[in-house]
C-alpha cells in the first residue's frame, strides 16, 4: 500500500507539476495585479457578512462573563414596608409598679441587607466556564460556513483559469487558420486551387472568433462573481496566478466541523459539571441594618435603628428530583453528538477515496493527452506541407487543425480537472 502510494504520488506529480509551471501566469507590466487562490479566499472570508458573527459572540461572551464575575462582589439589598395590623402582641398580666407598654397596630420597617458570597460549590466558575464553551460552539458554526465558502470560491477561481487556457488553445487554432489562408491565398492567386478552399478556411476563422468571444464574455460573467465575493474589483489586466497544490495522501481529517462536533460534546460535559455546582450548598456572610418600629426589641414601640450580622446557609434540596434525569439527558444528547462526528468522519473518508480515483485518473488522462497532442501535431505539421503542395484540400488540412486543438483542449481540462480534484481533496480533509 505504501509503494502505491508513492507511485500515485509521483505520476501525480509528473503529470500536473510540469504543464502547470508552464502555463503559470507570467506578469508583463507593472499595472496587472496577481491574485492568488489564498487571496481570494481571505478576502471572501473577510467580505463575507458571516464573519462578523465573531465579534459578536466575543462581545456577548465578554459581556456574559463581567455578568458573572459580579457573583463575588458584595450584594446590596434594600427593603422597606409600612403595614397596619388588625392586633397587636399584648401583655395582659398585671405585674405591680411595672407597666408594660403595648404596640401600635401601624408598623415601620426600612433596612439594608449586604451578603457576599463566601462559598457557592464552584457555581460561578462553572457557569463562566459554560459561556466560553458556548462561545467556541457558536465561532465552530461560523467557521463551518466560511469553510463552505472557500469550495463555492475554488469553483469560480478554477473556472476562471479554465476559461484564459482555452483563450490560449483557441489563439493557437486560430494561428493555424491563419497560417492555412496565407497558403491557399497563394495558391487561389496563382489559379492552382479553387476558391472554395479558401472561403472553408474563412468561415472557420470567423467561428473561432465568435468563440473566443464568448468565452471572454463567459469569463467576465465569472470573475464578477468572484469580485463580488472578494468585494474587489477585478480588471482585464488583472489575472489569477495559477495554484501549485502540494497533493500527498493523509487520512487525518482536520475540518472545522469536527472541531465544532468536539466543541459541542464538551459544552454538554461542561453542563452536567453546572448541574453538579447548582445542587451544591451557598454559603455567604451578611449585615442587615436599617431602622424601624418595631425594632428587635419587641417591648418598644418607639422608632429604634438596628442591626444583624452572621452567615447564612443555603441548600435546595429540590434540584436532586431531576439530576439524574437531567444528566441523563445530556448524556444522550454527547451520544448523538459522537454519532454525528462519526458519521461525518465515515462519509468524509469515503469521498477522500473517491477523490484520490479521481486524482490517478486525471493523472493518467493528462499523461496520454501528452502523447496525443505530439502525434496531432506531427500529423498537422504534415497536413500543413500537403496543404503548401496542394496534395490535400482545405478541408483536410482544416480536419487536421480541429483534431489537434481537441487535443490540446483535452489537455486543459483535464489539467484544470486535476488541479481542481488535489485542491478538493485538500479542502475536504481540511489541509488548505
Known amino acids: ?8 504520488n509521483k505520476m501525480v506529480k509528473a ?21 492568488s487562490l489564498q487571496d481570494a479566499y481571505r478576502l471572501a472570508e473577510q467580505n463575507y457578512p458571516a464573519i462578523r458573527q465573531k465579534g459578536l459572540i466575543k462581545q456577548t461572551e465578554d459581556l456574559a462573563l463581567r455578568n458573572l464575575a459580579t457573583g463575588y462582589l458584595p450584594q446590596l439589598n434594600i427593603t422597606g414596608q409600612a403595614t397596619y395590623q388588625s392586633d397587636v402582641t399584648r401583655v395582659d398580666i398585671p405585674i405591680p409598679n411595672i407597666k408594660v407598654p403595648s404596640q401600635s397596630k401601624d408598623q415601620y420597617r426600612l433596612a439594608a441587607d449586604v451578603s457576599q458570597l463566601i ?19 457558536e465561532e465552530g458554526r461560523v467557521e463551518v460556513e466560511l ?4 469550495m463555492r470560491v475554488n469553483q469560480i477561481y478554477l473556472s476562471i483559469l ?14 493555424d487558420i491563419q497560417a492555412g489562408i496565407n497558403k491557399v491565398q497563394q495558391q487561389v492567386n496563382n489559379g492552382t486551387v479553387l476558391r472554395s478552399n479558401l472561403q472553408v478556411l474563412q468561415v472557420q476563422l470567423l467561428q473561432t472568433q465568435q468563440r473566443a468571444a464568448e468565452i471572454r464574455n463567459t469569463k467576465r460573467g465569472m470573475t464578477d462573481a468572484l469580485a463580488l465575493f472578494i468585494n474587489m474589483p477585478i480588471n482585464e489586466t488583472d489575472q489569477l496566478q495559477m495554484p501549485m497544490s502540494q497533493y500527498v495522501i493523509d487520512t487525518v481529517i482536520q475540518r472545522p466541523e469536527v472541531r465544532l462536533y468536539e466543541n459541542q460534546a464538551r459544552l454538554f460535559e461542561g453542563q452536567q459539571k453546572l448541574i453538579d455546582a447548582r445542587n451544591q450548598p451557598k454559603a455567604s456572610a451578611f449585615v442587615q441594618g436599617g431602622y424601624g418600629r418595631p425594632g428587635l426589641n419587641l417591648l418598644s414601640n418607639k422608632l429604634d435603628p438596628f442591626y444583624v450580622t452572621g452567615v447564612r446557609l443555603n441548600w435546595s434540596l429540590g434540584g436532586f428530583y431531576n439530576a439524574k434525569r437531567e444528566r441523563s439527558l445530556l448524556e444522550i444528547s454527547r451520544q448523538t453528538i459522537g454519532i454525528q462526528k462519526e458519521t461525518f468522519l ?37 497536413a500543413k506541407a500537403q496543404l503548401e503542395n496542394a496534395v490535400i484540400t482545405a478541408n483536410d488540412y482544416l480536419r487536421e487543425i480541429i483534431a489537434e486543438d481537441a487535443a490540446r483542449q483535452a489537455l486543459a481540462t483535464h489539467q484544470l480537472q486535476l488541479l481542481q480534484a488535489q485542491i478538493n481533496y485538500q479542502l475536504t480533509s481540511g489541509k488548505l
Do not use: C, W
Open 119 to 137: 462559598y457557592d460549590g464552584g457555581l460561578i466558575k462553572e457557569q463562566k466556564n459554560l459561556q466560553q464553551l458556548n462561545s467556541a460552539v
Open 162 to 175: 479554465y476559461q484564459d487556457q482555452l483563450l490560449k488553445q483557441n489563439e493557437l487554432f486560430l494561428n
Open 346 to 382: 465515515l462519509n468524509t473518508q469515503s469521498q477522500l477515496k473517491q477523490q484520490q480515483a479521481e486524482i490517478a485518473r486525471f493523472a493518467e488522462l493528462v499523461a496520454s493527452d501528452q502523447s496525443i497532442i505530439e502525434l496531432r501535431s506531427k500529423i498537422k505539421e504534415a
Open 147 to 150: 469553510y463552505a465558502l472557500r
Open 15 to 35: 503529470a500536473i507539476v510540469l504543464p502547470i509551471l508552464l502555463a503559470t501566469i507570467k506578469l508583463n507590466g507593472q499595472d496587472k495585479n496577481l491574485l
Open 1 to 8: 500500500m505504501h509503494r502505491l502510494t508513492k507511485r500515485l
